[in-house]
């Protein structure tokens, strides 16, 4: 299997790839291990609690707790491990992970499929409605929560935002 980590983080001039490693769906955390060059359990999620969309990473990037920047691809459609999505950023959720008083930037980038049809008008995640927001922050807290980390919330940025992220964080 190809190290799907050192893929070009760009598409094209506006779409990143999006690894996926998380189908929508699921009730546990899959990560790419690429040293096995393989897809491992990171952790089973909490009863009940299932990946509201594909969940993956954005490759050749490098965020500052050391991992690939996370992606959450938002669209209809449920696909697989190791499925690589060419994808426009449509924001980035900031988040400090605090773990034993110990604080870390961990952000989240939001992004659409390019040949998604239902999730075309979404330009900007800073559209979606106040309970989806309200759920996806609840998700996040959740799935820390597993881990004994706290989040706190530092903003929802739109699509500018994430695109200079993606720019300063590539490897």
């Known amino acids: 299997m190809t190290n799907l980590i050192k893929l070009p983080t760009w598409a ?5 790839h999006s690894v996926i490693e998380t189908p929508r769906g699921s009730t546990c955390k899959l ?3 690429p040293d096995l060059k393989a897809f ?11 990946y509201p969309y594909d969940w993956g990473f954005i490759p050749s990037t490098k965020a500052d707790d050391g991992d690939p920047l996370d992606v959450l691809v938002i669209h209809d459609s449920k696909t697989y491990p190791g499925v690589v999505l060419p994808c426009r950023p449509i924001g980035i959720l900031e988040i400090l992970q605090i773990r034993k008083g ?4 961990n952000d989240r980038v939001f992004a659409a499929p390019d ?5 075309t008008n ?6 979606l409605p106040s ?4 759920e996806l922050e609840q998700f996040f807290r959740a799935t820390n929560a597993l881990e004994n980390k706290e989040l706190e919330f530092l903003g929802w940025r739109g699509p500018g935002a994430a695109v200079r992220a993606i720019k300063r ?3």
Do not use: C, Q, W, Y
Request: zero cysteines; glycine letters at 2%; aromatic letters at 2%.
């Open 12 to 16: 094209d001039e506006k779409n990143i």
């Open 31 to 33: 990560e790419f291990d």
């Open 40 to 50: 491992t359990l990171a952790k089973p999620l909490m009863v009940g609690l299932t």
């Open 102 to 105: 110990r604080k870390e930037r």
């Open 115 to 119: 040949r998604s049809p239902l999730e």
């Open 122 to 127: 979404l330009k900007d995640i800073r559209h």
């Open 131 to 134: 309970r989806a927001v309200e």
């Open 169 to 171: 964080l590539s490897v």
